[in-house]
């Protein structure tokens, strides 16, 4: 019975493809406060992509790149609620960076999916080293299942490490040297998360007592 389970479960992580898009760039903490910043002042979301494209508010070098870089950085805001894109733009560093993880995690799965079952399982085992090595092996499990990673070259799977281990820094998820940070959940941040499930509070390395009581607030 709990192998049929095992495989039904498997089975619909393998109907919901991962999009692996983020390999264009980081945690984008800069270009994204001018971007909630005109969402903001004009609650609508087209009216704010038009206005980021004809006045490259973002600094793009080049329309290509500005493009895809709007294209990624509005479709991770686009997942917020109105109160988490305000604290983006009123918080604290560490506030922002809460606020974009949890845009990230919203957006890709494939990075969701690797902070709750492996950044925070190795955090939950006192395990604190994240290592490319777990990554290769949560990749490989994943293909098994997920055609789209198993069709990848090998310089997109190393840029696909490179980019996610980038991010996790970006957003003090792990430290320089790849251990584990201890995340403080700030009242503001909890606040904005307080019609959210258990689960996406696993994206962050705490415990289950911490989320209990972040659940409580």
């Known amino acids: ?62 329309n290509a790149s500005l493009i895809r870089f709007n294209r990624e950085v509005v479709s991770r805001l686009q997942l917020l609620t109105d109160d988490q894109i305000k ?9 922002r960076k809460l606020i974009l993880w949890v845009a990230v995690c919203r957006k890709h ?13 190795k955090f939950l085992q006192l395990n604190y080293k994240v290592t490319y090595k777990d990554f ?12 789209e990673l198993d069709k990848l070259t090998d310089s997109t799977r190393s840029k696909v490490r490179q980019v996610l281990f980038r991010m996790m820094r970006e957003a003090d998820i792990l430290l320089p040297n790849d251990e584990i940070n201890r995340i403080h959940l700030t009242s503001k941040f909890i606040e904005t998360m307080k019609r959210t499930n258990r689960t996406e ?5 705490i415990t289950e007592l911490e989320i209990s009581k972040a659940l409580d607030v």
Request: charged share 25%; proline share 2%.
């Open 1 to 62: 019975m709990e192998l049929i389970k095992e495989f039904d479960r498997r089975c619909i992580m393998a109907d919901l493809k991962y999009n692996m898009s983020f390999t264009a760039g980081g945690l984008f903490l800069l270009e994204s406060i001018p971007v909630a910043e005109t969402y903001l002042q004009l609650q609508n979301w087209d009216k704010a992509k038009e206005i980021l494209l004809s006045e490259n508010t973002i600094q793009s070098k080049t």
């Open 87 to 95: 604290l983006l733009v009123e918080g604290s560093v560490t506030e």
């Open 109 to 121: 799965k494939f990075i969701n999916d690797f902070a709750i079952e492996v950044v925070r399982e």
């Open 136 to 147: 290769d092996i949560f990749f490989n499990q994943k293909a098994e299942w997920h055609d």
């Open 201 to 205: 509070f696993s994206i962050f390395p």
